[in-house]
């Protein structure tokens, strides 16, 4: 098909049936704050904005410090977190897409509208320190490792009727983002370039409110659901580590053995040893492991039991 | 507190998704008038808890009639506001699944949506400042006007995206901010006032999108992109507009309670305007438009309709 005359011949598309494929009903409209919590985040976040351009102390940044090699393990790093923020701006909206059609609590749209801007300013800032670490890389630099850091097909299962919610958030959010977010604070701890640093802790600011939505949500719900309700939340949140976190969507030494991952945790170890943003496998290592087994200890409570893990070069979690 | 899983049954046709190839992810500057939009919309920030100051409104200095048409007019805004928190959304991965669309429109459409949401939080104060939000329009044949599935037209892989930039963005973003200036000229209240600059200043940014995103856009069209544009603008014109989804006077067979509404607000100086004043401003800004569009090799017929002037 062609949809415009500059659009390329191979952009496909799939017949679905989807969420969208339902009348829309807005009424009655209610902006009542169901969920004050999550209400709060979103002014929380309202009043703790930021701007890649004018908040960030770009002049510390001295690339001509670093060497060439240096230099570009860390565009490498850079550029590939602008592509993993990048994601959420993609695909996420789906669920802010998805709390409008569902009538959820009208406080998860609006927080959802300011998130994908976080998601936004992530993908900014990360890519205007690639570029003046000596430019952005627009994609892997081997085609093997795109398996690993394009989609977890989130939009997919998002407008899909059949895959509840609530296992979504579960593993999209209290899963992938608290990992991420867990990353980030590592990342804080080993980081030395001031610049680098800054940004780390600019995104990880953004990133305890998205955390802090999903666990929100599940514990307003939890008592709600049933005991089949509450394995197919299991379930998420298995596929989701298995097949993303372990599979090094966001650590790329969790990767396949390829050539693709082996070069990118290289770019990692060089950019981690110059200080400037990465880390490497034995120092986030048991970072990783504490994460997963706080978020099982975490959903506990809420009577989703999470079975252990394996991976390896993380033997069972 | 009590929720239950909610459940939404598709019972359209499937719908035709575009299937996303993320990489090359081309992410610097290629339109730079949106992105200036981007950048201007974080500098212009605002906050509708701090900025305001809420207790000038002093509601009970109006009678109970005007309160009611308040709450009513604010509850109409509220219900059209309401739709950029699930089009946004779904505008902006239109604009990420379509092969080669242009990073700033996706990071300036971020801005947008906060926005947006800002205005629904002032809306929605303002309507349960003077009674409380109305939850759906008096005359249930009235929904019908705002339920327009944009969220999975724009999704549609059959639908052009620059059509739907020109309908949607450029015409009606462009529209909005024009009665909201004609609003705020004829309001008096201090916080209203306050709401609607705030709302001008963002709608400004919004419109300006669809303009700039339009003429980036127009070198590339051939002559059936510019029939499909032209087609959509009066299929909007007269399923959107004339069915009175911005001035309730167009539909008075369903929209007469909110057409009265409009009437008393706008003469208390809540927000609103007089019909002569929205009839001249939506005339006058459609000339504009044809115009702007003629600039850009669409045309755009005259319209007729027979509770205004042609236009």
């Known amino acids: ?317 | 507190m009590q929720r239950v899983m909610h459940r939404v049954e598709p019972s359209l046709p499937p719908s035709r998704l575009l299937i996303e190839r993320r990489f090359p992810l081309q992410m610097n500057v290629t339109l730079p008038e949106i992105r200036e939009l981007y950048d201007s919309g974080k500098a212009g920030r605002w906050n509708p808890y701090r900025d305001i100051d809420w207790n000038a409104l002093a509601p009970a200095q109006y009678d109970e009639a005007v309160r009611q048409a308040a709450r009513r007019v604010w509850s109409r805004r509220l219900w059209v506001e309401a739709t950029g928190l699930t089009e946004t959304p779904a505008l902006l991965m239109r604009f990420c699944m379509e092969t080669d669309r242009e990073i700033d429109s996706k990071f300036y459409l971020t801005v947008r949506n906060t926005e947006e949401a800002w205005h629904v939080e002032c809306f929605d104060r303002l309507a349960e400042a003077f009674g409380g939000r109305i939850a759906a329009p008096a005359d249930p044949a009235y929904q019908a006007a705002f339920n327009r599935n944009l969220h999975r037209r724009v999704m549609d892989a059959e639908q052009h995206l620059d059509s739907y930039v020109a309908s949607f963005a450029a015409f009606e973003d462009g529209l909005e901010l024009e009665l909201c200036r004609i609003w705020r000229s004829h309001a008096t209240n201090p916080v209203v006032l306050a709401v609607l600059d705030r709302v001008i200043a963002d709608k400004e940014r919004h419109a300006a999108f669809g303009w700039h995103y339009l003429t980036a856009r127009a070198p590339r069209w051939t002559a059936k992109d510019r029939a499909t544009i032209a087609v959509e603008l009066i299929e909007h014109v007269r399923d959107t507009e004339l069915k009175g989804y911005h001035c309730p006077w167009l539909a008075p067979e369903h929209a007469a309670a909110e057409a009265a509404a409009d009437a008393i607000a706008a003469d208390a100086g809540l927000g609103g305007a007089p019909r002569a004043a929205e009839e001249e401003t939506l005339a006058t800004y459609t000339a504009n438009v044809r115009e702007k569009l003629a600039e850009l090799g669409i045309v755009l017929p005259m319209f007729e309709s027979n509770r205004m002037r042609a236009f």
């Open chain 1, 1 to 317: 098909m062609t949809l415009s005359p500059e659009m390329s011949d191979a952009q496909a598309f799939e017949l679905v049936q989807t969420l969208l494929d339902a009348p829309e009903s807005r009424f009655p409209l209610t902006f009542n704050s169901d969920l004050p919590r999550i209400r709060e985040l979103f002014q929380s976040a309202t009043r703790n904005q930021w701007d890649p351009k004018t908040d960030v102390a770009w002049d510390q940044l001295k690339p001509e410090m670093y060497t060439e090699a240096q230099r570009y393990a860390a565009r490498l790093y850079w550029s590939r977190r602008a592509w993993s923020e990048y994601g959420a701006i993609s695909e996420s909206p789906s669920l802010q897409l998805r709390f409008g059609l569902e009538n959820r609590p009208s406080d998860m749209q609006l927080f959802f509208t300011i998130r994908s801007q976080e998601e936004a300013r992530h993908a900014e800032v990360c890519h205007a320190m690639a570029e003046r670490l000596g430019g952005y890389i627009e994609k892997p630099v081997q085609q093997l490792f795109e398996g690993s850091v394009s989609t977890h097909g989130v939009r997919r299962a998002t407008l899909n009727a059949e895959v509840p919610l609530e296992g979504i958030i579960a593993a999209l959010v209290c899963t992938a983002e608290e990992i991420a977010f867990d990353v980030f604070k590592h990342l804080d701890d080993v980081t030395r370039d001031p610049v680098a640093r800054q940004i780390v802790r600019l995104i990880m600011r953004d990133e305890s409110r998205h955390c802090a939505f999903g666990w929100y949500f599940l514990e307003a719900i939890c008592d709600t659901l049933t005991a089949e309700q509450k394995k197919m939340i299991e379930n998420s949140v298995i596929t989701m580590m298995e097949k993303v976190e372990l599979n090094g969507y966001h650590s790329s030494w969790l990767a396949p053995e390829n050539p693709a991952s082996r070069a990118e945790v290289e770019a990692d170890r060089v950019t981690y040893e110059a200080g400037l943003g990465a880390t490497v496998e034995e120092v986030e290592k048991p970072v990783f492991v504490a994460t997963v087994q706080r978020i099982r200890d975490q959903m506990k409570p809420l009577g989703i039991n999470l079975p252990p893990f394996s991976h390896p070069k993380l033997g069972v979690i």
